[in-house]
């Protein structure tokens, strides 16, 4: 059974960058798969981020692409998201997620495969 497991940093300031990465167990990033991030704000609803097929084809969501990169890297079987400049609003729980397909709203944990998440505050 695949298992996503996603870490980072912890606390990160306004303006910086974000890196996070997801750990895959139990299946190769290289299945035919979409591997995505998904983020839920304190209080809000799930926001899809983007997503990485098997292919290695990237899709963003609108709204963050400017900011947001999303790449892997198959010898560690690792999904790896970037979100550059930061600011308080980005505060969110985010997961990564695998998918038969593109994930579309309304996003839900019961459908894929998830990680349990980790929290990322920004803050001065």
């Known amino acids: 059974q695949v298992q996503l497991q996603e870490s980072g940093p912890g606390l990160v300031k306004p303006s910086q960058t974000l890196a996070l990465t997801c750990t895959v167990s139990?299946?190769?990033?290289?299945?035919?798969?979409?591997w995505s991030w998904i983020r839920q704000p304190p209080g809000k609803g799930l926001e899809w981020i983007g997503s990485?097929?098997?292919?290695?084809?990237?899709y963003y969501n609108p709204s963050l692409k400017s900011r947001s990169s999303i790449s892997r890297d198959t010898s560690r079987n690792q999904i790896i998201l970037q979100l550059i400049s930061v600011t308080p609003a980005d505060t969110a729980v985010y997961h990564c997620?695998?998918?038969?397909?593109?994930?579309?709203?309304?996003?839900?944990?019961?459908?894929?495969?998830w990680g349990q998440g980790t929290p990322v505050p920004v803050s001065p």
């Open positions: 990485i097929a098997y292919s290695g084809s990237v």
């Open positions: 139990g299946g190769s990033i290289t299945e035919s798969y979409y």
């Open positions: 997620a695998r998918h038969v397909g593109l994930p579309a709203p309304p996003f839900s944990q019961a459908f894929g495969s």
